[in-house]
């Protein structure tokens, strides 16, 4: 998949970059809020690496039931081994004419006696060439020269439900649609219609030719742009929340972040999802997403000017019956299996939630600590799983320690996972209350979970757990002003910021001129900006 070079790197909290064009009750920051924590701005999209966030999938066995219970995988399963022992084709490897009724009717997708459908014909035909493409039936010429099918050799572990098997088959035949819904998207009509009759789409004009090419890469693009944002926006989506309606994703690769949308960007999102509609429906045939198109009906109620296509998003407000309308897509496990693969293939950094949670808690924070694409709640959750609370905080504290680059963010990950653990870790906590790394964050952790008989701590290690504290938060925040702004008006400066200061840079913690340099830069209150810059170049200076 191609790198999305979308405009949109998603809404900060408390805005909805694209609201007025939304055909629905979905906010925007609410799918893609999670992405402003990058601070990367949209020059910086282009150039930087893309950062995919971890997902959660089933295990394999649930995954590969999933696809075999994909109707056209499971047709051409059935199919193959209807081919057994060995079936007559034609010479391109087609099912004979006589053959094609009783195939639709071996499917389901005509009655079992009378007349059978076209449709239904055709359909079967189409589950038999992904057979034949996937190597579920393979291909031969006997001795007579007549022309023969056979089952391959994964059928049987296919039909049996080996995981391996079925995802390699399953995914190579989602590639494969993925293909074809590009290359019908990107044909003009009357290519199209010379391509089904056998013909080469702009065979006697070179121009026909690259302007189909340039259609063909411009669609896989856009596929390629959307699926990537389905996947981060199910990422971040809360359970039961992964549907995004068709303007949502429109708007995502349309609106540039923090702009309202102009009657152009207006009439490019509905162009955008025009262009998606037919080939997520196609995706869909394949189980990668569900799937609700567009209803067609739009296109009669909406007169636009003569010669032009309707709009399909405007201004007002749509309930959520109207706005399901204009497109709604989900994407499946499936589908994030699928993504991720592809996302692997092409050299992309696609994590899963819990990689990290799978050594020992010292491995847990330095993973955490280290990875730009990481949801720490998440892992932090799955290491504490199953684990006995007292051990596991006291294996989390030992890690926490370290005057390193990380270790005030190792500290702050594990008073979270303390968190999690709950009054269960009581006991280990309070064998670290005189630690001096520890001992400032474990009295404050106690006294939140309602102690009363937590000793108030020395003067020395409540200033330098001000101070890492706030390190981990500047670490953690990647610079972000605004919330670094709310941390430091809550600091516990007195009436005299230069006695406060002047105890705060004699703090001997690693961070202590980087933290009173933040202070400086950005409290708003000029008397206190002016003592915390000074008190960092005497910091500076001690060093």
Request: proline share 7%.
């Amino acid at each position: 998949m191609a790198g999305r070079r979308r405009k949109n790197a998603g809404a900060s909290p408390g805005e909805s970059a694209a609201e007025p064009v939304l055909p629905a009750d979905l906010e925007l920051q609410d799918l893609y809020g999670a992405f402003a924590a990058h601070g990367l701005d949209d020059e910086d999209l282009d150039d930087a690496a893309v950062l995919v966030p971890p997902v959660k999938l089933p295990a394999e066995e649930e995954l590969a039931a999933l696809a075999k219970a994909v109707p056209m995988f499971g047709y051409a399963l059935a199919l193959a081994r209807w081919a057994a022992p060995h079936r007559v084709v034609d010479e391109f490897g087609d099912l004979v004419e006589e053959d094609r009724a009783p195939a639709a009717q071996l499917l389901g997708l005509a009655p079992a006696e009378g007349e059978v459908p076209e449709e239904a014909e055709v359909e079967a035909m189409r589950a038999w060439s992904l057979a034949c493409d996937l190597d579920l039936v393979e291909i031969g010429t006997t001795a007579a020269g007549e022309h023969v099918a056979v089952p391959g050799p994964d059928l049987e572990p296919a039909e049996e439900g080996d995981p391996e098997t079925v995802l390699e088959l399953w995914l190579t035949a989602a590639g494969i649609v993925r293909e074809l819904a590009v290359e019908a998207d990107s044909l003009p009509e009357e290519e199209a219609a010379r391509a089904a009759e056998g013909g080469e789409a702009g065979e006697e004009d070179e121009d026909a030719l690259s302007e189909v090419e340039e259609a063909r890469d411009a669609a896989a693009e856009l596929l390629d742009e959307a699926l990537q944002v389905l996947y981060e926006t199910t990422a971040f989506a809360d359970p039961g929340n992964e549907t995004v309606p068709l303007g949502v994703l429109a708007a995502l690769l349309v609106v540039p972040e923090g702009e309202e949308p102009s009657e152009e960007l207006l009439g490019d999102i509905t162009d955008v999802m025009v262009a998606l509609d037919p080939m997520l429906g196609d995706l869909a045939e394949l189980g990668l997403l569900e799937y609700r198109p567009i209803d067609p009906e739009l296109f009669d109620e909406e007169e636009g000017p003569e010669g032009e296509e309707p709009a399909l998003v405007g201004e007002a407000p749509l309930d959520e019956e109207e706005s399901a309308r204009f497109g709604l897509v989900r994407l499946t496990p499936l589908g994030q299996y699928g993504i991720r693969q592809w996302l692997l293939e092409d050299g992309y950094d696609a994590p899963l939630v819990g990689e990290l949670a799978q050594g020992d808690a010292a491995e847990l924070l330095r993973g955490v600590c280290e990875a730009a694409n990481v949801l720490p709640d998440e892992e932090l959750r799955v290491w504490i799983t199953g684990r006995e609370p007292v051990a596991a905080a006291r294996e989390l504290l030992a890690a926490a320690r370290g005057d390193d680059a990380y270790a005030p963010m190792r500290r702050m990950l594990g008073v979270s996972a303390l968190n999690m653990l709950g009054t269960a870790a009581e006991p280990a906590v309070r064998d670290v209350l005189d630690d001096p790394e520890l001992g400032g964050a474990a009295r404050a952790w106690l006294t939140s979970k309602g102690a009363t008989d937590v000793p108030v701590p020395e003067r020395t290690m409540a200033l330098w757990t001000v101070v890492d504290t706030f390190a981990a938060q500047l670490l953690d925040s990647g610079g972000d002003a605004e919330l670094l702004r709310e941390l430091i008006a809550d600091l516990p400066v007195t009436g005299n910021p230069a006695s406060y200061f002047g105890e705060l840079w004699r703090v001997d913690h690693p961070y202590t001129a980087d933290v009173l340099e933040a202070v400086g830069e950005l409290h708003l209150d000029r008397a206190v900006a002016k003592e915390a810059r000074k008190a960092a170049f005497k910091a500076r200076s001690k060093g």
